[in-house]
């Protein structure tokens, strides 16, 4: 299994302890105090079988460094990972509303071109113990600034968590375990780049989250440009993996388009799109263009933002324009990377 204590899901822990021949009964306790830091005193029973184990009991994820948005709400973590490889979270929101944005994934396979994750290439999947670590530092530092809990989880980090689909799960049961930190399953939001065969595997998960799929495109050959994967694919499958989300689970599939000037942000463009989430329970999310080093696109003006949202507010879709947090400390969508980074400190 490898990897610390807290990635391991409770029934698992409680399978491990009686497999040693301790009761089960301290399960309980031992999670809690995995997942929350709390009732360290009722472990004295499992001091044996604790330190018998072989290696961290939480995972130890290192912050390098922070950097705080203007906003006063939005703050970027650089964690670094036993290894020594770096992911970036994300915590972002409004007092009562705040939502941690974290990485499945050390960098992308996928490739997105207008993506700094995507742009450093793919380094390695994050266990569980290192995602659930990232919600724990988020979650610490949310309740120490603002005396607040973190109400929503996104995995919307560095990374494709459908491509990294066993750890991610894992990682969500047991932030959304009430006998743990106990998020809610209704306030997740896994981000897909559209990973047909994660989607269908999603569907059939126990637990209801909310899917989120990247388009950008309309046309496979809209798509294919800006998302490589697009070939493996195609839309006619990702469309059809969304409907299925949507009959299964009973709920709605957020679709997320970032609007680059010029390249998707035209009202054909946006008819396209109509034409293609006819029938279909959805919601768009679009998201002006953020700056990244390796592309060269920008952001549409905000009339066109506003004139592509219109066509779709005409189609009879329900269009959010997202709103955008962090953009001046890098903290945006597509915009985490720790590649060829140099810190402050290190100037
Ligand atoms: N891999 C997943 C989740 C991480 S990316 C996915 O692709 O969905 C999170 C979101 O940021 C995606 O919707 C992605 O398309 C978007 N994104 C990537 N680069 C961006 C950029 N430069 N500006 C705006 N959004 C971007
Ligand atoms: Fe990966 Fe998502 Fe970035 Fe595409 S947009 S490269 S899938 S992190």
Known sequence: MGGALDGIRFEEL????????????HALPLFRWLQRGVEKDMLGPLKRW????????RTQVEQVAETPSGDGWTNKFLLRLSDGAEVESVLMGFPGRFSACLSTQVGCAMGCVFCATGQMGFSRHLTAGEIVAQARHVAVEVERRHGEKIRNLVMMGMGEPLHNFDETMRALDILTDTRGMGFGST???VSTVGHV???LKLARHPQKYSLAVSLHGATDEERGKLIPVNKRWPLAELMAACREYTEI???EV??????IGGVNDDREHA????????????HVNLIPLNPTEGYGGEAPEWEKVEAFQQVLLDAGLPVTVRQ?????????CGQLSTAKKRRASEV
Do not use: C, H, N, Y
Request: without cysteine; aromatic residues 6%; proline residues 2%.
């Open 324 to 332: 955008r947090r962090g953009i001046d400390v890098g903290a945006g």
């Open 249 to 251: 689970k009973g709920l």
């Open 197 to 199: 065969p994660g989607i």
């Open 187 to 189: 306030k997740v939001t």
């Open 50 to 57: 604790i330190d018998s184990w072989d290696g961290e009991l």
């Open 271 to 282: 008819l396209r799109l109509a034409d293609l989430l006819k029938g279909m329970t959805v």
């Open 14 to 25: 409680s399978e491990m302890l009686a497999r040693d021949g301790v009761s089960r009964s």
């Open 254 to 259: 957020f679709i997320a388009w970032t609007l």
